[in-house]
């Protein structure tokens, strides 16, 4: 019996002073946009689909970790004897560009007598990591023609989520 308490004895002051240790508290947000109306990609140029304002907050370490999903219908502009090849694209802070590692492209191969789907649902993730804090920062998730010859395309029904953390995995 001695053996027990004299354990007990010395386990308290450890497991007291273990929960009196300060604990960081891990912050996250998740925010988001959708959009149903029809949009016209006519150029090579990201064409905005949806965006997303996050502001960030001040954190710990200064820094926080985004992740971003866009998903988005695209309609297939039918006829004509070329692949009509777009690009679905996501980033942060800019319009002018999308991620090149996180772009997706969708071929509607229009020649004659292919079984296409008329519609095509396309996503992309990507990771924003050291994002400035105590900031708004603007996600934006883009459609683009591959190049100019491609015909004209709509893009249906789009969402993107964010996910922002000030921890780093």
């Not at 947000?29 to 304002?53: C, F, H, Y």
């Not at 090849?85 to 991620?99: A, F, K, P």
């Not at 100019?148 to 000030?166: E, G, H, I, Q």
Request: aromatic share 4%; with cysteine; proline share 5%.
């Amino acid at each position: 019996m001695k053996i027990k308490i004299r354990s007990v004895a010395i386990m308290l002051p450890v497991c007291l002073a273990l929960g009196s240790s300060p604990v960081l508290a891990i912050e996250s947000g998740i925010e988001g946009a959708t959009q149903r109306a029809k949009n016209l990609i006519d150029g090579t140029a990201p064409d905005t689909l949806v965006k997303s304002t996050v502001a960030i907050p001040s954190g710990p370490g200064g820094k926080w970790h985004c992740a971003v999903t866009c998903s988005a219908e695209m309609i297939n502009p039918g006829g004509g004897v070329i692949d009509n090849r777009y690009i679905l694209g996501v980033n942060v802070d800019t319009t002018s560009s999308t991620v090149a590692n996180c772009d997706r492209t969708v071929d509607f191969d229009d020649n004659p007598g292919s079984d296409d789907e008329n519609r095509v649902e396309v996503s992309t993730t990507c990771p924003f990591k050291n994002l400035t804090s105590n900031t708004n920062h603007t996600f934006y998730c883009s459609a683009r023609k591959q190049q100019d010859a491609d015909k004209n395309m709509t893009v249906d029904d789009t969402s993107m989520t964010v996910t922002c953390s000030d921890n780093l995995l």
